[in-house]
């Protein structure tokens, strides 16, 4: 069944928070809390990699066997980028019918720290390819699931495992219950902070855990343009340029030689000065200060792998004064075939938008563009700065107390990004003070990551094969 996206988030607006709860309550009568512990595949389960497949005609045919070259690696690796398998399986799954704006691909890597436009760092949820309205539990049980899928890279028993998406999942429903008794501009400038983040951290871990959080801070200070810059480019007849490390890093001189410079130039000045009429006044001003240098396009992530994406490189007042922006394509989400069509028709105002709802506080160069590329083909774009003090946890280091707190600093996070959008008091409701939500969705991570492995194993199996290609 396909629901519509355009769905109000709040069934009963202005209602009373007695009215809200009520709504809550009533919803555990419909779908109860326990079953969510259940996934069966379906009989007729669509064959997981025609998904893929499916998602790749439309991407950059070059590109796609690194896609699939990626996703072969792990369990892990696979699951990063089989979101619209998920949502398929998802689609149809128990659910309270109380709706917020998802993430759509909440798995744990997509929280990490970023810089806020008054430069403090923050932890937050980082992307929004595939945001659309829709049940708040999809975002749940997407995080819940990778936190096992990970537990089970490092080794860790299915005690410990069953601990970890317990303790996360225990996190949301108790952040919610702490949002549904806020004001509503008390929930809208609620965030984690580094100083916050440090707090969390060293209540749960010891000294080498919070030495590494120190570290993790220290490294995502370093990460600007001015560091992308120096690692990112050189200097070609006395001018900055983007170095070449073809496939994944090509500057669009060397490919698209045929197509004049000045030509290629053109187009995307003229991109630049269209996005930044989606930006507030002071910033379009600010982006205006600065000149187009460079483009290349960029091979990002693991489920992103073959859309285009553009790296631009512009110059403020002079060679040292640089600025990186990222363009990446938006296509429609891949939650939209379940949930329906999203109410923006350029999706890259789409994911603009639900970035913004989302966040705390969002990239001040974030803005959307609908542009003819040099093929002829109209596609839709968002724009945002490539790295700005961003940090990216590892889990692979992490010990059973350390993924433990960080799937509950990432539960606490969602939490409060559903809680901005949707109605939160009507969630904090259905959910309670009892772990009942907290056991099904802990057992719905182990069976989900069950099948995310023999998905995995389906793409091994046809890359050997040959019946998919992967570099």
Not at 30 to 38: E, F, G, K
């Amino acid at each position: 069944m396909v629901r519509s996206a355009t769905t109000a988030m709040r069934a009963v607006p202005h209602a009373t928070p007695k009215e809200r709860a009520a709504l809550g309550k009533a919803a555990r009568r419909r779908s109860p809390r326990s079953d969510h512990a259940v996934f069966r595949p379906s009989a007729d389960r669509p064959d997981p990699l025609a998904i893929l497949e499916e998602q790749s005609a439309s991407r950059v045919p070059e590109l796609v066997p690194i896609r699939y070259g990626r996703m072969t690696e792990s369990p892990f690796r696979f699951y990063r980028g089989a979101a619209a398998i998920m949502a398929s399986d998802l689609a149809g799954s128990p659910d309270s019918g109380i709706t917020v704006q998802l993430c759509g691909d909440a798995h744990l890597l997509n929280f990490r720290l970023l810089a806020s436009p008054e430069r403090r760092l923050m932890f937050d949820i980082n992307d929004f390819d595939e945001t659309l309205p829709g049940p708040w539990e999809w975002d749940v049980k997407r995080l819940s699931a990778s936190l096992v899928i990970a537990g089970r890279a490092n080794g860790f028993d299915e005690a410990e495992r069953a601990v970890i998406v317990n303790s996360a999942v225990r996190s949301y429903r108790e952040a919610m219950s702490g949002f549904a008794g806020m004001g509503n501009l008390e929930v809208w400038y609620s965030k984690i902070d580094a100083e916050r983040l440090e707090e969390l951290v060293a209540a749960q871990l010891r000294q080498g855990g919070q030495q590494k959080l120190a570290a993790a801070l220290a490294r995502a200070r370093r990460q600007n343009s001015l560091q992308v810059f120096r690692k990112l480019t050189e200097v070609v007849d006395g001018r900055p340029r983007i170095a070449a490390d073809p496939p994944l890093l090509t500057p669009i001189a060397d490919l698209l030689p045929d197509v004049e410079r000045s030509e290629l130039e053109r187009r995307f000045r003229r991109l630049l000065e269209s996005y930044g009429r989606t930006m507030a006044s002071d910033r379009g001003a600010l982006l205006a200060d600065y000149r187009l240098a460079d483009v290349a396009r960029k091979v990002v992530g693991v489920g992103s792998v073959g859309t285009r994406c553009w790296i631009l490189l512009l110059l403020g007042r002079n060679g040292r004064d640089p600025l990186f922006l990222q363009a990446k394509e938006a296509d429609t989400s891949v939650l939209a075939a379940h949930l329906g069509a999203s109410t923006y028709r350029n999706q890259g105002e789409r994911v603009v938008a639900g970035q913004r709802l989302m966040q705390a506080a969002s990239d001040i160069f974030l803005g959307w563009e609908r542009v003819d590329g040099i093929d002829g083909k109209r596609r839709d774009f968002y724009l945002r700065q490539l790295r700005d003090w961003k940090g990216i946890a590892m889990p692979e280091t992490m010990s059973p107390k350390q993924l433990r707190t960080f799937g509950e600093i990432c539960g606490l996070t969602l939490a409060r990004a559903h809680a901005r959008s949707g109605d939160r008091i009507a969630i904090a409701a259905y959910l309670g003070r009892s772990e009942s939500f907290d056991r099904a969705v802990t057992a719905f991570a182990e069976a989900y990551a069950d099948q995310n492995e023999r998905d995995h194993q389906a793409l091994v199996d046809a890359v050997r094969a040959g019946r998919l290609p992967a570099a």
